[in-house]
């Protein structure tokens, strides 16, 4: 597919090249060394400008290239097996494609690298890139794919796109985490590509995305953000939440953003340790029920919580303390402390808890009740 890829644009390249040579407009360069790269022409407008080391001579660095300001057609920066930055380009005007593939070891891109109204930006199969720079003055694209770059954790600086008109596609980037600069994304009307990025967990811009385009393929990534339904719960905070492990629990937290939830919600026969996915939830207008969690020896998540329509903590065999209620101030109906076999301290629920309902703390043998 590369090499495919690669004779797919020399042909490209070679067959735009002869109107240049007759100075009837800027010329196409390819190279495919270092010490070409090193020797291009100072004083030419450039049409196509592709970039793909071939032999011995690999191509490591493109600071030779710092006089570039404008390619008026397209950009290909591919197979570059030795290339760890794009140092050299800044503030170029691209009027076609953006191409960056298959530069192994490629981790930097400078900020402000390239601008204009560009037509296809891909990104893809940069193994060590983490963030996606270059891009912060790149007000519109007619596509944009970012494919198989294992280390990119986020893509925050597409900071200006306001126009996709054409389509988004993410796909296996097993790093990525956050899409929020697409947040504000406000002209997009295509089909949207959102697969196999295990560890996303933006939800609040997924579903905008979704809600926004004309077709849609989202699947395998993290837990809220794989399908509509529990993309749009994480969005909203609003529908019953049943969870059942750590991970879930852990997901949750990443992807849920705002402090008021809507529904009920269930933790039960969990592996989980720990609450923290609810560390910024502050009201609950619900019942949450914690029950039968063996692993659970920490409710710490829970610290900022004030209110809630029903609390019910039982049968969790290893939890020995309720700190994490502290904020707790109003319980609109019941809360139940009952049968934690190892509780010794429920000392975290403040006497200035307002029960609507009953307050139970009951069967738990090594707390004096």
């Not at 919600?265 to 939830?281: E, H, M, P, Q, T």
């Amino acid at each position: 597919m590369q090499k495919l890829l690669y004779i797919f644009l020399i042909v490209v390249s070679n067959t735009l090249l002869a109107k240049g040579d007759n100075d009837d407009g800027p010329i196409n360069i390819t190279v495919n060394s270092q010490s070409e790269v090193n020797r291009i022409p100072k004083n030419k407008e450039i049409g196509n400008l592709i970039i793909a080391s071939e032999g011995l001579d690999q191509i490591t660095n493109l600071k030779k290239l710092a006089f570039i300001r404008n390619i008026q057609g397209n950009l290909y920066i591919i197979n570059n097996k030795e290339l760890s930055s794009l140092d050299g380009l800044a503030d170029i005007e691209v009027s076609g494609d953006i191409y960056i593939v298959g530069n192994k070891m490629l981790d930097s891109i400078p900020r402000n690298a390239f601008m204009g109204n560009i037509r296809d930006i891909v990104v893809k199969r940069n193994a060590k890139l983490r963030i996606m720079k270059g891009f912060e003055m790149v007000k519109s694209v007619r596509n944009l794919t970012v494919e198989h770059n294992d280390t990119l954790f986020n893509l925050s600086h597409i900071v200006r796109l306001d126009e996709v008109s054409g389509y988004i596609r993410i796909v296996g980037n097993k790093s990525l985490e956050s899409i929020k600069s697409l947040n504000d994304l406000s002209d997009f009307e295509g089909k949207l590509v959102v697969n196999d990025n295990v560890s996303l967990c933006d939800a609040n811009t997924l579903y905008k995305l979704y809600t926004a385009s004309s077709e849609f393929e989202i699947s395998n990534n993290s837990i809220f953000t794989s399908d509509p339904e529990k993309i749009k719960l994480a969005y909203e905070g609003k529908g019953d939440l049943k969870l059942f492990t750590q991970e879930e629990i852990d997901a949750f937290g990443k992807s849920f953003i705002n402090p008021e939830f809507i529904g009920d919600i269930l933790i039960d026969r969990s592996n989980a340790k720990n609450l923290d996915g609810f560390k910024y939830v502050k009201s609950i207008k619900g019942r949450m029920t914690i029950k039968r969690n063996d692993s659970l020896v920490s409710i710490e998540g829970l610290s900022s919580l004030q209110s809630i329509d029903r609390l019910l903590i039982s049968f969790n065999k290893n939890l020995e303390s309720l700190k994490g209620l502290e904020k707790l101030r109003d319980v609109k109906t019941d809360l139940v402390i009952y049968r934690n076999v190892e509780l010794k301290d429920a000392s975290s629920i403040s006497a200035r808890v307002n029960v609507g309902g009953k307050l139970v703390v009951k069967g738990n043998p090594r707390l004096v009740e």
